[in-house]
């Protein structure tokens, strides 16, 4: 689920994982317990306060904006692999009407599946993987990210959708991670140790060779913009922080290597007038150049020994649905995403009214008169595989009993529904 609170500057994902009291993040004491509970691997919460948390402040909070661009750079590659699977349908990481799979290494809690990757009906397969994955609190809370809703049950899949949560490292092979469209590095990079960076490309690259991987990093530009008091990492467990110029010195060998394009992007926007240091976040999106290898390689890798051990798998509910009129599909999903997002402003309004001290009756009426932006909702992971116009979801949303003005800028519920 998404935190209530907004995600710190430096995020990981892994939540608190033991109920006593937490010692401070940089006396040894509480690396050596937090050590324990963790490894390299795995990624701290966006829930854990840092020392940078109060330095700046993103709206969105910055996990959602790394999450949702994650999820749609993932949602556009794979648009046009469809687009060209059948001129590449001699591999065997071809997307087809079977669906896709991605594997998130440093998953934690699998919080980036619940809400962004789930809602995208072409993913069909789904392997959380982390180092902590056993560790009993972890497990419980990937549990409840990782299980279906009810409203999984109520309006299922088009699609069959397998989610596993495994418990192993990135730097160690798995056969069962074979035939992977896409990888997904989160946050992760900074916490390995030199050898285990050293070991990630061949793994990642050279034996899975998904056609998409997305990496993304603190950017140590960036570290400015948190006050001439900070110094160090942005958490205790960051094994390195790197500017952008020593990412892209990392990124670009590797993608000349195992032939892959190399497209760099930020994510957290700088505070004004601070322009010249890029982004809180720095990404690196790898596309693969050539397929040829990919067959071979996954001949190979089926004779890994299984290393990862599965903690948790479930097999959600679907209804094949492939003589549904397009139309009517995007007209479902569109109004339950504008119903979502309606909610989710609602509550943020209510909140900032109880915090500023206002009134129930005064809370209420913010809560009433709610609006979003028609472009959310076009941009949604839901809709956007649909490729639809801010026009046609206007037209959509009005026929399902929802405000839209001329402009096709904002989105109400009618009165009745408020």
């Known amino acids: 689920a998404v935190p209530d609170t907004d995600e710190p500057v430096a995020t990981s994902r892994l939540d608190e994982l033991s109920s006593p009291p937490p010692l401070p993040l940089h006396s040894p004491p509480a690396k050596q317990q937090l050590q324990q509970q963790s490894s390299n691997n795995s990624c701290c919460s966006e829930d854990e306060h840092d020392r940078v948390e109060a330095s700046v402040v993103f709206s969105p909070p910055l996990y959602i904006q790394r999450y949702s661009t994650v999820c749609n750079?993932?949602?556009n590659s794979l648009?046009?692999?469809?687009?060209?699977s059948d001129s590449n349908a001699t591999t065997n990481t071809t997307m087809s009407s079977s669906g896709i799979k991605v594997v998130d290494f440093g998953a934690a809690e699998c919080?980036?599946?619940?809400?962004?990757?789930?809602?995208?009906?072409?993913?069909?397969?789904?392997i959380a993987v982390d180092v902590a994955a056993s560790h009993a609190a972890l497990a419980e809370s990937a549990r409840h990210n990782l299980k279906p809703e009810l409203?999984?049950?109520?309006?299922?899949?088009?699609?069959?959708?397998h989610a596993r949560l495994m418990c192993g490292s990135v730097c160690e092979p798995d056969p069962r991670l074979v035939g992977a469209h896409a990888a997904l590095l989160v946050e992760l990079i900074e916490h390995l140790h030199p050898r285990d960076l050293d070991r990630l490309p061949e793994q990642v690259f050279g034996c899975l060779k998904p056609r998409i991987v997305i990496v993304t990093t603190p950017n140590a530009d960036f570290n400015v913009c948190f006050g001439p008091s900070f110094a160090g990492f942005r958490h205790w467990d960051h094994k390195f922080e790197w500017s952008?110029?020593?990412?892209?010195?990392?990124a670009k060998p590797l993608a000349s290597q195992y032939s892959y394009s190399v497209e760099f992007i930020g994510i957290g926007s700088p505070p004004a007038g601070m322009e010249s240091v890029g982004h809180c976040t720095q990404a690196a999106v790898f596309r693969l150049l050539e397929l040829s290898g990919s067959a071979s390689c996954d001949r190979v890798a089926k004779d890994?020994?299984?290393?990862?051990?599965?903690?948790?798998?479930?097999?959600?509910?679907?209804?094949?649905?492939?003589?549904?009129?397009?139309?009517?599909?995007?007209?479902?999903?569109?109004?339950?995403?504008?119903?979502?997002?309606?909610a989710y402003e609602r509550r943020r309004r209510r909140a900032s009214a109880a915090a500023a001290g206002e009134d129930n009756a005064v809370s209420a009426d913010a809560a009433a008169d709610c609006r979003v932006q028609l472009q959310s909702v076009v941009r949604h992971p839901c809709i956007a595989p649909f490729e639809a116009s801010a026009v046609e979801l206007a037209k959509l949303l009005s026929s399902a009993g929802f405000l839209v003005d001329e402009n096709f800028e904002w989105v109400r519920e009618s009165a009745e529904k408020a």
């Open 73 to 75: 750079l993932l949602s």
């Open 79 to 84: 648009k046009h692999f469809a687009a060209n």
């Open 111 to 126: 919080k980036m599946f619940r809400r962004w990757i789930k809602p995208l009906d072409f993913v069909t397969q789904y």
């Open 151 to 161: 409203s999984d049950y109520l309006a299922k899949r088009r699609l069959p959708l």
């Open 244 to 250: 952008r110029a020593e990412f892209e010195a990392w």
């Open 304 to 342: 890994w020994p299984e290393r990862y051990t599965v903690v948790y798998e479930i097999h959600y509910p679907y209804q094949p649905q492939a003589d549904v009129p397009r139309e009517q599909r995007l007209a479902e999903e569109a109004a339950y995403c504008a119903r979502s997002l309606l």
